[in-house]
Nanobody, 120 residues
Framework: QVQVVESGGGLVQPGGSLRLSCAASGTIFNIFAMGWYRQAPGKQRENVASINAGGFTNYRDSVKGRFTISRDNAKNMVYLQMNNLKPEDTAIYFC??????????????WGQGIQVTVSS
């Protein structure tokens, strides 16, 4: 089985920064895309940023220029550096990993989520 665990959330003032980390562990043959999603109260879960194994990144428009996603393939980790945070960034942030558990089979795995609150 595969476990995905997020860390680094918390409370920050508007304009501040946070860095989220996500570690995947367990039976891992390879990891394809990794990404961050978020869900605010009363809203649907939305993709924030994603990165494939080659380092190609994709961001939702509202975070471009403020958030940076990166990954360490050797450690099976993905990071989200969030700068100039805004109250509308407040949400539970989830890490997602598209994991190949053995040749020919891959599945999506999710972390339990971590709270990010932007408030003065």
């Amino acid at each position: 089985q595969v476990q995905v665990v997020e860390s680094g959330g918390g409370l920050v003032q508007p304009g501040g920064s946070l860095r989220l980390s996500c570690a995947a562990s367990g039976t891992i043959f390879n990891i394809f895309a990794m990404g961050w999603y978020r869900q605010a109260p009363g809203k649907q879960r939305e993709n924030v940023a994603s990165i494939n194994a080659g380092g190609f990144t994709n961001y939702r428009d509202s975070v471009k220029g403020r958030f940076t996603i990166s990954r360490d393939n050797a450690k099976n980790m993905v990071y989200l550096q969030m700068n100039n945070l805004k109250p509308e960034d407040t949400a539970i942030y989830f890490c997602n990993a598209d994991v190949q558990v053995h040749p020919g089979k891959s599945s999506d795995f999710w972390g339990q989520g971590i709270q990010v609150t932007v408030s003065s």
